[in-house]
Structure formats: C-alpha cells, structure tokens
C-alpha cells in the first residue's frame, strides 16, 4: 500500500524521479506525473488502464505559467480563468509543442486547470514542472474524493498519496473551451452554468455522444458503480424491488425512508442543497456499491445549480447497466 500522509517535499522528490504521486484539488484527487515526462504520463495512463486517446488535464498554481504552455489564452477564455481561478474549471487552450503529445493524445489543444486546494498549490509552488492529473481513479470507475479511495483501489501501484481530506466540490472541474467564437461546456462539473454564463453570456452544453466524443468523460457510461444502478421515482422503484424480493440500497437526495433500514439508505443533502450533495455523491456511491446489495436505486435531483452536473453523473452509472 502507498504511504499517505502531507509531506510536499517527499511528493516533490517522487515526482522529479518520473514517479507518480495522488495529489488532493477541490474537485477530486487526481493521479499526478511531471507533465513534460512522457514516461512519467505514459506511467500515468498504465496505472489507471486508461486509453491513449483520452487526453490528460494539466495543472500548474498561476495563470503566468499557463502561459507558458499555451499559445494563447483567448478571449473570453481569459476572462473566465481571471475570474474562476483558482478553482474547478478547466479551459481548452491551443497547446505549445513544449508539451508531449501523449498528454492531449495529439490533440492541438491542452486541457488546463489552476486548483484551489491549498495543498496541492503549496506542491505546485515548488515544482519546476506543471502535473499532468487525470482523476486518481480505474478508468471507468467513481472518482475519489478522499485519500483511502485512492489508496483501496490504486495503492499498491503507487509510492505516496498526499491527503487534503475530503475534496470540497466532490465533482470534477467543468470543462469549457471555443467552437468558433462559441463558449462551449464540454463536462458538467463543480463550476455550474449560470456561474459561468453570469461572466460570458449564454454557453451551449455539447451533448455526449458515445460513438464520438470529443472528451472521454463524455462517453454516455462513466463514473459508474460495479453494481447495477437504478434511476427513478425511488418510491415507485422500492415498491417494486420489494415485490420483487430484490436486495438494494438506495442513495436518495434529500428523502428519508422509514421503512429500510439506515444502513442501507443515504441521503446526498438532507436539507436539499445541491451543493452538499455534489459533495457526498462520490462517497455515497461508493458505500452502497460496497454493500451485500444486488442493487442501486436513485433519483435525480432538481436540474438547476450543481444538480445538472449530480444529475449528469448520476445518468452515466445508470447508462452503464
Ligand atoms: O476536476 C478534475 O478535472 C480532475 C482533477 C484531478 O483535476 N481531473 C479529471 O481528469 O477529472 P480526468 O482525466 O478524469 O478527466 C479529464 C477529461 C477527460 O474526459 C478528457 O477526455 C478531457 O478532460 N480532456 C482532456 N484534454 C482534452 C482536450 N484537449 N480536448 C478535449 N477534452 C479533453
Ligand atoms: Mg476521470
């Protein structure tokens, strides 16, 4: 199993050495390798079993820095990495060769995000490299949002897990870029619509396909449990799995249930706020998959605020059946 603990310099040294190391953000815990190591981000692809032709996200602490990766920040890109970094929001920018091809699997564009997390800035502040993060998670599986997620799954493959606690946002960053002069939202995520739109005027939401995507995290089955998962009205499904003599659990938004048992319920906000439940998904999906269950039931959310990006990851362990 991996060490965890917070020691930056220790991360440091792994990292300078093309190891890599699961480093904590606001959104989820990524798996981090120097960027400019193809090795390292070759080892980086390996270690989650992810396939080549799903790019990685770059991470560094300051917009100056971007800039030495990208040819250009255009606007009004600029204007949303001035007013939402540091924090979840990854931009879509052209790349400078100086970057491997294998990060953004020959795309000409590099995926860029400056987080929040205190820890993994005051990591990146004494790094002369930026880190190439995907989510610290198998390919395919739920993303982590504390430490001993990344250690139950990946830990034996990797030196050393930085621990930040629990990851704030819970969800991944939203990812935007330009198609034309069009303001583009590519993943739903822990910055939400009216945020973003509030700065930049209307953004279209590109619609996933699963043939074709433009980005991976789009691809229709996703951030899925290995037990089936169920979507509906939850008292119409419990009614029926009872009947049926089914085992399940059920991972609801605000409603309790009297007649399940506690252990096997949980609920993402027990006042309704979207944002606590963004928070608690990952978690939550994770206790019940671990359950003796045979299934999942669920609900979406109100479709407003982070319940449109919950209720998109919520869609895609449910696509997975
Ligand atoms: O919050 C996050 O974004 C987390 C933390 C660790 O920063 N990272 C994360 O990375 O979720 P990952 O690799 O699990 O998801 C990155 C997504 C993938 O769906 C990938 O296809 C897309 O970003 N992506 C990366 N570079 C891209 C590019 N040049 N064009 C289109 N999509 C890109
Ligand atoms: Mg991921």
Known sequence: MASIGVDINLAKDHLEKGELVAVPT?????????????????????????????????????????????????????????????????????????????????????????????????????LDFPLAAPSANPF????????????????????????????EV????????????????????GLDIQSLEEVVGSVQVMAHSSSNPKSPGMLKSHYAPTKPFILGNLNDLINDYKEAGVEFAVLAYDQVFPNISSQFQIQLSPNGDSKEAAKNLFAAMRTLDSLDVSVILSELLPDHGLGRAVNDRLKRAAASN
């Open 170 to 189: 819970g969800l991944e960053s939203t990812i935007v870029g330009l198609e034309g002069d069009q303001v583009t939202v590519y993943r739903l995520g």
């Open 26 to 126: 606001e959104t989820v815990y990524g798996l981090a390798g120097n960027a400019l190591n193809a090795d390292a981000v070759a080892r980086i692809f390996e270690t989650k079993k992810r396939p080549s032709f799903d790019p990685l996200i770059l991470h560094t602490d300051t917009i100056e820095k971007v800039r030495q990766f990208v040819v250009d920040i255009p606007e009004p890109l600029n204007i949303l990495a001035e007013t939402f970094w540091p924090g979840p929001l990854t931009l879509l920018l052209p790349r400078k060769k100086i970057i491997p091809d294998l990060v953004t699997s020959g795309l000409d564009t590099v995926a860029v995000r400056v987080p929040s997390h205190n820890l993994i800035r005051s990591l990146l502040s004494i």
């Open 140 to 167: 395919g599986y739920i993303s982590p949002t504390r430490a001993s997620h990344v250690n139950d799954q990946l830990g034996d493959q990797i030196p050393y897990i930085l621990d930040g606690g629990d990851c």
